[in-house]
Each structure stands twice: as structure tokens, then as C-alpha cells.
């Protein structure tokens, strides 16, 4: 950008030097145009695109716009403490606004301007944040043997009363209409169903595979989660995502990766499924390369694409996940 604003102040120099109609206040607001732009796309950056089809990406560079559709990345938003950015972060369904926590507290961060708000409340040792779109509501899971999750009313911070859960809920997620969360719980061998409505606990859903992390289709019929066993095939440990029939509690054939996967995101249409990775072997299926983002058809089981993040990937978040 700034080669293409210098060549342009300079081909304006030319033009007012033959005309002879150029002031000294012109070219010095020509030079600091070009100036302003940093050619590396590193630089400070006043607004954001965002949509149904974008997800960010936590790295250390910020947290990193991705384009689902055609998987493209944009400059990296920064963090109000970019060290924190691990399985904390909820993104609204217009992908607009992220809710972030930090040591600090909840805080908005404003995807389109890329600024951070008001803290929504305080406290700390939150591992998992998850929003209700239709009640305006954060619920928070926090493990260190707390056995709750806990709801916050974005517009005010009032913290609601707990609602208990068996186990140490570690991760939540809430369907898209906002009647039911899943609650992940220390161990990760299953998540739980909980009535937001009626706050009562459903029967625990197992997962062999595991479930470190938690995606729901945008119409709530399915879930996909990642998960690391301990059980080698020869001497490889695969990892896996797990297709979850949320309406019956059925959990579907796993799909087998050779990298163990972070986070996941859905695709707007719930046919691809996007996981990030880190420093281990490839994919099962795709190119030979330690991926950061990989990208999976949910309906023939393989591996699409691996897609690389200025500053790797840590988590993957959209309004899915």
C-alpha cells in the first residue's frame, strides 16, 4: 500500500510541477497520505469486515479475521491482553462483537472497529465464555473445582444466580436458541445438556474420542467435537472430531487426524468444519505440513485444506463455537 500511495503523491508532484499549482500545506498532506499507510499490513487499522462467514483466529499476533468462504485472512486485531487469549472468547451471531476474558474481567471487543469497551464485570479464573443472542446473556464455566455455571446479563454485568452442574464444568456452549447449554466437564470424556429455561441438568452425553471443545450448527440439530485419546493404531495416537446428533444424543462415526486440534468453527451451511492445530505431524488427508487451520468436509469425513495464521493458531471462534 504505501509503494502504491507514494508512487500516486509522486505522480501528483509531477502533474502540479508542470502546472505550477501546488502549495506547500498540498504536498505535505499528499506525503503524509502515502505515509500513513503501513506497506506491511502490520500497522494500526480503523476498520474491520465481518460477517456470517468470517472466524477468528487467536494467535500471537491477535486475534486474526478468516474468511470462511474463501479463506483469507485479514490484519490481526489486537487484544486488551493478547497473552490470555485461550478458549475465551464468544463471538455474537451478526460478527460484530467478541466477548473476551481476560485477567481482568469480560470485555467487548468491537470487530469492525477492532476497539475493546467497557469491562461488562470483573474477576478472574474464567476458562470457557459462551453468549445467549436471545436473552443478552453470558454464561462462564471456570473448572478449579467449581461445579456451576454462571450467567452474567451482557447490558448490565449483574452476575445471575449459578446454576449447578455435575462434575467441573470446564467448557460451555449454548445452542443457537439460547434454551439449552453444553457443559464440558474436567476429564473431557462427555458433555451435558442443561435446560436454561427450566435450569435442570439432562443425562450426560460420552464421547470415546473425547471432547476438548465444543461447535453447534447454526439450526442446533448437530454438534462436532475435538477430542486426544491415548489409544495408538501401530504407533501413531490419532486425534479426532466427533459429529454429535444433539436431537437424539447420538454420537456419529469419528474422524481421524493426525494433529491434535485446539479449537473448531462450522461454516454457515454446517458442512465444513475448521480446526485449528498446532506444531504436530499433518492431517491424516491433505498436504504434508503442520497445519494451523484445517479445514474438513463434515460430509465425506476428509480433510479439505490447511491454511497458515500470521503468528499460528491457537483457538477458532465464530458464532458456531
Not at 58 to 69: D, E, I, Q, T, Y
Not at 261 to 285: F, W
Request: charge should be neutral; proline fraction near 9%.
Amino acid at each position: 500500500m504505501v509503494t502504491f500511495d507514494y508512487v500516486f503523491a509522486v505522480a501528483s508532484l509531477q502533474t502540479f510541477r508542470v502546472s505550477g499549482c501546488i502549495s506547500l500545506a498540498a504536498i505535505l498532506s499528499i506525503l503524509l497520505v502515502a505515509c500513513a499507510t503501513p506497506s506491511n499490513g502490520t500497522g494500526p487499522q480503523t476498520s474491520y469486515t465481518t460477517g456470517p462467514d468470517y472466524a477468528y483466529v487467536s494467535s500471537g499476533s491477535g486475534l486474526v479475521p478468516f474468511n470462511l468462504a474463501n479463506h483469507s485472512t485479514s490484519h490481526p486485531i489486537p487484544m486488551p491482553v493478547p497473552a490470555t487469549i485461550d478458549e475465551a472468547i464468544a463471538v455474537s451471531p451478526s460478527g460484530r462483537t467478541a466477548y473476551v476474558i481476560d485477567p481482568n474481567g469480560i470485555v467487548p471487543v468491537d470487530l469492525v472497529t477492532g476497539t475493546a469497551g467497557t469491562y461488562i464485570a470483573k474477576g478472574s479464573g474464567w476458562q470457557s465464555i459462551a453468549l445467549d443472542a436471545s436473552t443478552q446473556t453470558l454464561y462462564l464455566a471456570a473448572g478449579g473445582g467449581r461445579n456451576s455455571i454462571v450467567p452474567v446479563n451482557v447490558k448490565t454485568g449483574v452476575t445471575g444466580t449459578p446454576i449447578p452442574v455435575p462434575g467441573t464444568p470446564v467448557g460451555v456452549s449454548v445452542s443457537p436458541d439460547g434454551r439449552t447449554a453444553y457443559v464440558i466437564t474436567q476429564g473431557g470424556a462427555s458433555f451435558i445438556p442443561v435446560n436454561l429455561v427450566t435450569r435442570t441438568v439432562g443425562a450426560p452425553i460420552s464421547v470415546p474420542m473425547g471432547v476438548d471443545d465444543l461447535a453447534i450448527t447454526r439450526n442446533g440439530a448437530m454438534a462436532y467435537a475435538t477430542g486426544t485419546t491415548n489409544v495408538a493404531i501401530g504407533s501413531q495416537t490419532f486425534s479426532y472430531v466427533t459429529p454429535i446428533d444433539l436431537k437424539g444424543g447420538i454420537v456419529e462415526k469419528p474422524i481421524a487426524l493426525r494433529h491434535a486440534p485446539y479449537g473448531i468453527a462450522l461454516s454457515r451451511n454446517g458442512r465444513t468444519a475448521y480446526v485449528t492445530g498446532g506444531t504436530y505431524p499433518a492431517g491424516a488427508e491433505g498436504p504434508p505440513v503442520p497445519p494451523d487451520v484445517t479445514s474438513i468436509n463434515l460430509v465425506t469425513g476428509r480433510v479439505r485444506g490447511n491454511f497458515s495464521i500470521r503468528g499460528g493458531a491457537d483457538d477458532i471462534v465464530n458464532a458456531t463455537s
